[in-house]
């Protein structure tokens, strides 16, 4: 029976920190949409004056089923809000609105490393979902060729997670300084804002660890594997 102590050590930790992650960003969003702002102003309009103040005219927002399902579609150049988010005037609901702004503010400025997110985008999605099996099947079968192209493919996987969060965290730091220099909140609002867009960012830091984690477990569980060679 083969037994991963790499796994144990290195990745559970993360994925305990991840669902740690998750926990809080939902509780967070739950506390911060039970208080309304003072100016009752809604998630959509939150997203609408960050449209006004930048200059951009051809981005659509519309409602999206679920909750915490907002984001931007460059592509097609839609924001979409989800439910407690679109029409509701909570603190929650202007700080996730105008995070996802963020990324259409990005997109129409050319920010550099969203372009390279989008591009990682088909890699990170094969990286991830085969390149560990691929690695695993090249430890047991002795394949190396296998062994190799696993971890290629899911050091891009980890590349996509890593650039993940330049983009997050400058998304959010547009976001709170509009808000700000607008006048939008009052300054216990905005820290209202803040917690909720940390909390939110914690969930992809969390995620890039459980990835870079997974990126060394390989990378040891290969050097074992030639060893024993």
């Known amino acids: 029976?083969?037994?991963d102590g790499y796994y144990l050590m290195l990745v559970v930790p993360t994925l305990l920190l991840s669902l740690g992650a998750q926990i809080l960003v939902k509780?967070?969003?739950?506390?911060?949409?039970?208080?309304?702002?003072?100016?009752?102003i809604t998630g959509?309009?939150?997203?609408e004056l960050l449209m006004r103040v930048n200059r951009i005219h051809n981005v659509t927002i519309e409602p999206v089923r679920g909750s915490l399902t907002d984001h931007y579609d460059p592509g097609a150049k839609i924001l979409r809000l989800s439910q407690p988010v679109y029409g509701k005037a909570s603190i929650a609901a202007i700080g996730v609105a105008a995070h996802e702004m963020g990324h259409a503010i990005q997109h129409?400025?050319?920010y550099g490393p969203l372009a390279l997110r989008s591009t990682l985008v088909p890699v990170a999605n094969i990286g991830s979902s085969i390149g560990p099996w691929l690695a695993m099947a090249g430890i047991f079968f002795s394949i190396p060729l296998l062994l190799n192209l696993g971890i290629?493919?899911?050091?891009?996987?980890l590349l996509f997670y890593?650039?993940?969060?330049?983009?997050?965290?400058?998304?959010?730091?547009?976001?709170?300084?509009?808000l700000r220099s607008n006048n939008v909140l009052t300054k216990d609002e905005l820290e209202g804002v803040k917690k909720v867009l940390t909390a939110a960012a914690l969930t992809y830091v969390a995620s890039a660890l459980t990835a870079l984690m997974n990126f060394i477990r390989l990378i040891l569980l290969s050097r074992g594997n030639r060893s024993r060679r």
Request: proline share 2%; aromatic share 12%; charged share 15%.
């Open 162 to 178: 890593v650039i993940t969060l330049p983009v997050e965290f400058n998304a959010s730091a547009r976001a709170i300084a509009i």
């Open 108 to 110: 129409a400025t050319s």
């Open 44 to 47: 959509r309009d939150a997203a």
């Open 1 to 3: 029976m083969y037994f």
């Open 152 to 157: 290629i493919l899911f050091g891009g996987a």
């Open 27 to 40: 509780s967070t969003f739950a506390k911060y949409s039970r208080i309304q702002s003072s100016r009752n």
